[in-house]
């Protein structure tokens, strides 16, 4: 049977960097940006794995990512805390660094038999700060899950899908597969002893998503933001306590139901202003920003690892009025001329 598992992106609103430090972060599921994964179970003892946008693909023997359990045995359950190893890791991490987290699930969750697995984009670009690792490996990890088992436990996957994460990004939080694992509207969460999860209702945000299209690694720039921490812990605490701050801030005014546009834009611009001391903006982000500012829409911030990737622009001016349609179509032509990519989205 073949098995199609499909899992969206993400955007942060507040709290990056920081979530992976301990802080809070609010953030949304973006349910018309997915990325699909089919599983085909074959019978030949080989696995194939094809990240179709990329034109990248690898077969072998299904022995080569070291599979031997048994069609219809449930893989084990996923690891609390991940330190992957072995001759399956190994393998995986001689393939090229998008196969990387996607074999590393195949070898764990595959079985003996074989097994196509092909990965595809529904609109989300990849690398941009949108969640699209943690997208491919929630849907994945999902039709693996389904093909071991018969049956989808999203906290299975989502576990899985964490330790995919860690295999490509060293020291995730967990926030962008929780997101994208049981998406629903926006969630604050919190590294530490756990992602708490809590749904927020927010009233409707008109956003501008821009992709810069400046490739970055989200595991360089978490590795950037830690090593300023570890160089000057105290000052960087109390940036990653300032954004902390903004995040509950955020969620509290969502509780209480008064959340004011001009508060969220001036969240958004000092969480963006917070993250650029962090070492996390890059000067496409700030031209993004700068170009919406001219265009009426004060409030820009780097959204995901920053370094490049995307920015969301509050299209509301400092007053908290919706930009006017034809300011926006102006905006997003001269985004667009200068190479970027850009999606309008509501909250
Ligand atoms: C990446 O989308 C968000 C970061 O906070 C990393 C993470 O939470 O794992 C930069």
Redesign the pocket.
């Known amino acids: 049977m073949t098995i199609i598992a499909s899992a969206p992106g993400?955007v942060?609103l507040f709290?990056?960097?920081?979530?992976?430090h301990g802080s809070h972060?609010v953030a949304a599921a973006l349910s018309s940006l997915r990325v699909f994964a089919r599983l085909e179970p074959r019978s030949d003892n080989r696995v194939r794995i094809e990240l179709l946008d990329l034109g990248v693909w690898w077969e072998d023997e299904t022995s080569a990512l070291g599979i031997t359990r048994a069609r219809g045995e449930a893989p084990e359950p996923p690891p609390s805390s991940k330190k992957p190893n072995g001759r399956a890791l190994e393998l995986a991490r001689r393939l090229e660094a998008p196969l990387v987290a996607v074999a590393y699930l195949c070898a764990e969750l595959c079985d003996a038999e074989g097994a196509t697995l092909a990965v595809k984009s529904g609109g989300l670009p990849a690398g941009a700060?949108?969640?699209s690792s943690?997208a491919v490996a929630v849907a994945c990890a999902a039709a693996l899950c389904v093909g071991a088992t018969g049956a989808l436990r999203k906290d299975v996957a989502n576990a899985w899908a964490f330790a995919a994460?860690v295999v490509q990004?060293g020291?995730?939080?967990?926030?962008?597969n929780a997101l994208s694992c049981y998406g629903g509207g926006v969630v604050a969460v919190r590294?530490g002893a756990g992602l708490e999860r809590n749904t927020l209702e927010i009233p409707p945000l008109k956003l501008l998503i821009t992709n810069t299209r400046v490739a970055r690694s989200?595991k360089e720039?978490?590795a950037k933001?830690a090593a300023e921490f570890e160089a000057a812990p105290g000052p960087v605490r109390r940036l990653f306590d300032a954004i902390d701050t903004i995040a509950l801030d955020f969620a509290s005014a969502c509780r209480e139901n008064r959340v004011a546009t001009p508060f969220v834009a001036r969240l958004v611009r000092l969480n963006h202003a917070l993250l650029r001391a962090l070492g996390?903006s890059h000067p496409a982000l700030e031209a993004v920003a700068d170009m919406a500012t001219e265009a009426g829409a004060p409030a820009t911030k780097l959204?995901?690892?920053?370094g490049g990737g995307c920015a969301i622009t509050l299209l509301h001016d400092a007053e908290g009025i919706e930009i006017a349609d034809d300011k926006v179509r102006r905006l997003v032509q001269k985004l667009r001329r200068r190479g970027f990519d850009c999606y309008q989205t509501d909250l």
């Open positions: 993400k942060i709290g990056e960097h920081a979530v992976v972060a700060g949108l969640g943690a994460e990004h020291r995730p939080s967990g926030l962008d590294r989200t720039l978490v933001v996390a959204t995901g690892a920053g």
